[in-house]
Each structure stands twice: as structure tokens, then as C-alpha cells.
């Protein structure tokens, strides 16, 4: 095997795509159906994405060597689950919309059989419903005949964010997958400090209003009196921040940015700091609303974990005809977090 074969499932804007291109392998083919997230992954990489999985028929999908999916992961996520008891739903894969799209995954993997897989989802998937979801993912992955591990990682290891995720690779052969091993991600004092993300000067509509700032505080200090953690998330900038979400567009309420020697209201990230907090090279077009971006960069997938996760199972696949290349591969200044 020369250079490996992907495609790309639940893409959203192509986050795992940057990573498995980096290790060297090509995609073939990808399917999101997200309007928004289908214009920002075209302006990207020149290919527009399928639409619904569940309306594609695995003939329709080109044979390839990697199957790379983030499926949906709200109804596995502690915010996802409770959110959706709230609205009287189910959540795991009762969810009629998202919960069952693992099945998806499952369904092209007996079609095509690649030869690996990489998936990507919440840390909590592991203790969904008592552990019976991730014990029915498993005995479905076996029986595809594969064999897998599952590593969670928190990404502020290579970006100055705190943001588990649990990620499942697997592979046909056994030989191949004794030859993966996770990667060994550096220590974090030497990763990237919340400052090295934040641009020099930012328009003041991203500061946040009178209002707004008086309802956080007011909200925060509710919850306090009653011994509860809940509340805005103002980070040290030579640390880390929380997890930045899909609902950052909201109020921006769990990263405020105050800058040294800043009076008056602290501000929201901007979309492009937010690109960088999730290690999206500079050169990422983001050609959508603010609302819009920050929803995708909040689902999206920290690029150079993925990288990391990537060379690896390339490694493994190709042996040690690809390995000299892989060692080779450098972040430019272009992709300065992919490290």
C-alpha cells in the first residue's frame, strides 16, 4: 500500500480531513449533510460533500483503505443528554436523528470492509447508559471482524483547551494492528498558552454587552450561593480554556477573553481564534456568519490530535516504506498548531 485511501463521514468542515491528508493518505469521498458546514468544507478543499449518510447507498461510496467518521455525538455528551431528557427525548441511540448513525458507520464498514477505521466521539460515550452503548459499538466492531483499541485524549496536550474525546481505531488484519501504537503526545507545559491564539486587536463587537455581562455575572454568582460550578469561564491567558462548544455563539459564556490592562466588559473569541484554539491551520477560509462558525468550530475535531492519531495508522499500514516521510512531516507557519 503507497498512499492509503479515506473517506471522510460526518466531515463537518474537514477537520479530520486536514489531519489524515498530513499523514498521508487521500481522500475519496465525503458526506455531510449540514448546509453550512457543506459551504465551509468546499471553499476548503474544492469538494462538496454528499448529503445524508442514510440516503447514500454504500455502492455509491468509493472503495477505500480508511473509513474516518466523528459521528454525531450529542446524544452521547453529558450537555447532549441532559438537554435532550429536558426536551422529553431520547438520547443514545434512541435518539431517532443522530443516535443510530453509528449503525451508518457500521453498515459502509460490512460493505467495503477497508482495512482500518478511525472514529471519533464524546468521552462519555464509554459510560453512556451504564456502558451498554459502548459495549453495543464494541460487539458490533468485532463482529465486523475487526480489531480495535480506544484511547481518550485531552487535547490540551497540543492546544490550550481542556477537551476530551474518546477515539476508536481498529483494523482488518491482526499483524497491522500490533504494529499501531497511540501517539506518545508531548508534555503539556510545553503546549501552546491561550495567549499564542488570540490576535493582537479585535473589533469591539466581539466585547460583550452591559447587559449581557451584568446576566452572566448575575447568573454565576446564583449558582455559586447554591454551591453549584456553573457560570462564565474566564481563563488564565497563559493557561488553558474549557471546551469550546456548539453553543459558543449564544454568549460565549464558558471562554471570556479579558485581556491585560482591559477595562470595562471581557469579550468572546473570535471565529478565528476559535479556529486556532481547535489547531485549524491559518489559512482555513471561513466563509460563513460568525453564528455559523462558531457552531462548526465547536463541533469540530482538534486537528493535530487527529494528525498524530493519523501518521500512526498510515505507519502501520504502509510499514517502513511511508515512515521516513512521516517522521519528515513539519507544521509550517500555516499550521502552527499541528505539531
Known sequence: MNTPTFIDLFAGIGGSRIGFEAAGSRAVFSSEWDKFAQQTYTSNFGDFPDGDITCISANDIPAHDILVAGFPCQPFSIAGVSKLKSLGRQDGFQNPEQG?????????????????????????????????????????????????????????????????????????????????????????RSAPKLKDILNDQVEDRYTLSDKLWKYLVSYAEKHRRRGNGFGYGMPDLDGISRTLSARYHKDGSEILIREPNQTGNPRRLTPRECARLMGFPESFVIPVSDTQAYRQFGNSVVVPVVYRIARQMVYALTGHANRSSLKSWKPTSQTRLVV
Open 100 to 188: 443510530n448513525l453509528f449503525f451508518e458507520v457500521a453498515r459502509i464498514l460490512n460493505h467495503h470492509q477497508p482495512s482500518a477505521f478511525f472514529l471519533e466521539n464524546v468521552k462519555n460515550l464509554q459510560s453512556h447508559d451504564g456502558g451498554k452503548t459502548f459495549e453495543v459499538i464494541k460487539e458490533t466492531l468485532s463482529s465486523l471482524g475487526y480489531y480495535f483499541d480506544w484511547s481518550v485524549i485531552d487535547s490540551s496536550k497540543v492546544v490550550p483547551q481542556h477537551r476530551e474525546r474518546i477515539y476508536i481505531v481498529g483494523f482488518k488484519d491482526v499483524q497491522t494492528y500490533e504494529l499501531f501504537e497511540w501517539p506518545k503526545i508531548k508534555n503539556p
